[in-house]
């Protein structure tokens, strides 16, 4: 059974840091695209960034210049350094994963979240 698991949120001070890992164990063929987004109280979920088997990223305006996401393949793990945290970034933030089964059957993958608040 495929898992995603989320750690390192916690509460910061605003101008801090935080990395938020996230790791996929179970069966897994491999790991396609992986991404993280966000959801603060009364909002739609955002995608923050996202990043390719290969190691090709993309982000959103909010998270340009101040996060980096990563990942290391050979621990099915992916991360998000978050730098320069504000308190518009306060959110449960999710990984997501899209997983290929030695099936070969591709499917997609969410973890529980993880709370980050910052704090002014």
Not at 13 to 24: K, Y
Not at 86 to 108: F, G, H, P, W
């Amino acid at each position: 059974q495929v898992q995603l698991v989320e750690s390192g949120g916690g509460l910061v001070q605003a101008g801090g840091s935080l990395r938020l890992s996230c790791a996929a164990s179970g069966r897994i063929f491999s790991i396609d695209g992986m991404g993280w987004y966000r959801q603060a109280p009364g909002k739609q979920r955002e995608l923050l960034a996202s990043i390719t088997s290969s190691g090709s990223t993309n982000y959103a305006e909010s998270a340009k210049g101040r996060f980096t996401i990563s990942r290391d393949n050979a621990k099915n793990t992916v991360y998000l350094q978050m730098n320069s945290l504000k308190s518009e970034d306060t959110a449960v933030y999710y990984c997501n994963a899209q997983i290929r089964a030695y099936s070969m059957r591709l499917s997609d993958y969410w973890g529980q979240g993880t709370q980050v608040i910052v704090s002014s």
